[in-house]
């Protein structure tokens, strides 16, 4: 059986801060693909990124990053210099099935961004 | 392009009432899914589509089918609700192409159901 785990139920921080959502995952799969998510307070969801088992490559898009270590099954997900406009719940998700097939996801962080 | 559409935004029924959500797609993806969200359990899974003709079960089908007879279009039906379908429904669709991966979404269906 396959686990998502989001340990940080709220956080809040200040705006300009950086803050760090941590996702820890369980599979026995050796392939297998995880993915972050936002849910901003207006309700829709959107995709953010997804990777494979087999890229441990650390990725930048912005202001944002993502950490992928296999060897703690944990996919953190960083907020650099956060806005305002980054306050929303933010999901990880986890599939073994090659794709968006079976995918779990984690309960997922509130993050809270103040002026 | 519309996106991915899902109609309608909110929707009260009764137990034993049947009905369809809408979800239709203009980006000509392959691969549509339906979702619920639920306070504190995040997005389960529902049902899966990777083309027209093709359907599969997520992690909670039960009480719902789906049929994908186009690319475009990827309907919901509850057979037979009940108070435990109340939640959020979400559809997506996914570009995949050698390069990326994209999902995206649908604005959301809020069902309650008495």
């Known amino acids: 059986a396959q686990k998502v785990t989001q340990a940080q139920t709220e956080i809040s921080v200040v705006e300009k801060e950086d803050v760090t959502l941590d996702c820890v995952y369980e599979t026995r799969d050796t392939t297998y693909y995880l993915f972050w998510y936002k849910q901003p307070p207006s309700g829709e969801l959107v995709f953010l990124i997804r990777r494979n088992s087999f890229d441990e490559q650390n990725e930048i898009s912005g202001r944002y990053s993502w950490n992928f270590q296999k060897s703690t099954s944990s996919f953190n997900f960083t907020i650099t210099a956060s806005q305002v406009v980054d306050s929303a719940v933010y999901f990880c998700?986890?599939?073994?099935?090659?794709?968006?097939?079976?995918?779990?996801f984690g309960t997922g962080t509130k993050l809270q961004v103040i002026p | 392009n519309a996106g991915v559409t899902q109609t309608p935004k909110f929707q009260v029924l009764k137990t034993g009432q049947s009905m369809t959500l809408q979800c239709a797609q203009d980006m000509n993806h392959e691969y549509m899914s339906w979702y619920r969200q639920d306070p504190g359990m995040g997005l389960r899974l529902i049902h899966y589509s990777v083309g027209a003709g093709i359907t599969d079960q997520g992690e909670v089908p039960n009480g719902y089918n789906v049929s994908r007879s186009t690319t475009e279009d990827f309907p919901l039906r509850l057979l037979s609700a009940a108070p435990s379908q109340t939640s959020v429904y979400f559809c997506?669709?996914?570009?995949?192409?050698?390069?990326?991966?994209?999902?995206?979404f649908g604005p959301g269906t809020r069902l309650l159901v008495l």
């Open positions: 997506a669709s996914t570009l995949q192409t050698s390069s990326q991966e994209t999902q995206y």
């Open positions: 998700a986890l599939s073994v099935s090659g794709g968006y097939q079976k995918v779990t």
